[in-house]
């Protein structure tokens, strides 16, 4: 009679024992989605800058002296020795047409090594960086790279569109890379110091007049249509 005893108890246990595993479970899995709920209603709810505001963050930059924790990064460099590609399909994210790069041609065509370079390389980096930037409209404009949507373009450079809350105009900077981009999110963030490579960390406000440029308040490069 008393193994039953045992038994029953035994069972017992491991009935409250997986109900408070699952209770523990449901929590925890409440949990997650109110964090990434939460989460998203944060990126969602990012408030946009207007001018004034933007021109009072400038304003901010060009007074505050910077902190003292400099750096100009390491000295040192590593060699990679990775195999040349010599062709980039190019997929345009707006026609979806693709156009085929050769990196003979292009140096033939003097585009010079950074034209390919931006393609291969740079472009994704800047795809990646401005989704970065909050407080701002900001996209790319890789047009001049599609040869469907821009067949008799003369430059092949990337381009930043940028719309500032409360202004009708978007302004068009063109020529602008990896860094661009990593200024602006630095500057619209409220930081003070630049990254820039090699561990480096320098003071934001020597890129103020960059900075002015590639929002449109020194001038207005091209209004977009």
């Given at each position: ?52 505001q933007i021109e009072e963050k400038l304003d901010y930059l060009c007074k505050t ?161």
């Open positions: 009679m008393w193994y039953l005893i045992v038994i029953l108890v035994l069972l017992a246990g491991i009935f409250f024992t997986n109900k408070i595993h699952a209770q523990i479970k449901n929590e925890s899995e409440k949990e997650l989605k109110t964090k990434k709920k939460s989460s998203v209603e944060s990126d969602t709810l990012t408030p946009l800058y207007t001018k004034e002296p910077p902190p003292d924790e400099l750096s100009f990064g390491a000295m040192c460099y590593s060699v990679i020795v990775t195999a040349v590609q010599e062709k980039y399909t190019y997929v345009c994210p707006v026609c979806g047409e693709k156009t085929i790069y050769r990196r003979r041609k292009m140096e033939d065509d003097k585009w010079g090594g950074g034209s390919f370079w931006a393609l291969e390389s740079g472009l994704n980096a800047c795809r990646r960086e401005v989704e970065k930037v909050k407080g701002i409209n900001i996209r790319l404009d890789e047009s001049a790279f599609c040869k469907h949507c821009s067949p008799k373009i003369e430059k092949h450079e990337i381009c930043l569109l940028i719309n500032i809350q409360g202004e009708s105009d978007t302004t068009r900077v063109c020529d602008v890379d990896y860094e661009d981009i990593v200024i602006i999110q630095e500057f619209l963030s409220g930081q003070l110091m630049h990254k820039g490579g090699n561990d480096s960390k320098l003071p934001l406000v020597k890129n103020a007049d960059r900075i002015k440029q590639l929002l449109g308040f020194a001038f207005k490069e091209e209004k977009a249509e």
